[in-house]
């Protein structure tokens, strides 16, 4: 079982910046998708961005296309989502999820293993 582990998360204030991190177990033979979700009370969980480990394809969502980014770094075999110039609109449960495949996407079902997630809190 591959086992996903965000952390990073916090209190933030508007307009600051904020950088979450995810480590997952598996295996890296073959290219694969890793993306962020998040989920604010009362709302569903909603695509943030995504990346192809080995290509490095990626894609976001509108909310966030400009100020969110994603990188990964394969010594440490973690995947990072930097949070800029972030609003209150952005508080919400921020998960990680892999893909068994090379593919990307804003439907939940695409991935497999998914983490329990951190808070990203911003107010001022």
């Known amino acids: 079982q591959v086992q996903v582990v965000e952390s990073g998360g916090g209190s933030v204030q508007p307009g600051d910046s904020l950088r979450i991190s995810c480590v997952d177990s598996?295996?890296?033979?073959?290219?694969?998708?890793m993306a962020w979700f998040r989920q604010a009370p009362g709302k569903d969980r909603e695509f943030v961005g995504g990346?192809?480990?080995?290509?490095?394809?990626?894609m976001f969502a509108a909310s966030v296309r400009g100020r969110f980014s994603i990188s990964r770094d394969n010594a440490s075999n973690t995947v990072y989502l930097q949070l800029n110039s972030v609003r209150p609109t952005d508080t919400a449960v921020y998960y990680c999820?892999?893909?068994?495949?090379?593919?990307?996407?804003?439907?939940?079902?695409?991935?497999?293993?998914w983490g329990q997630g951190t808070q990203v809190t911003v107010s001022s």
């Open positions: 598996g295996r890296r033979s073959s290219d694969y998708g």
């Open positions: 999820a892999r893909a068994r495949r090379g593919v990307i996407g804003e439907d939940p079902n695409v991935y497999d293993y």
């Open positions: 990346i192809t480990w080995i290509r490095g394809a990626s």
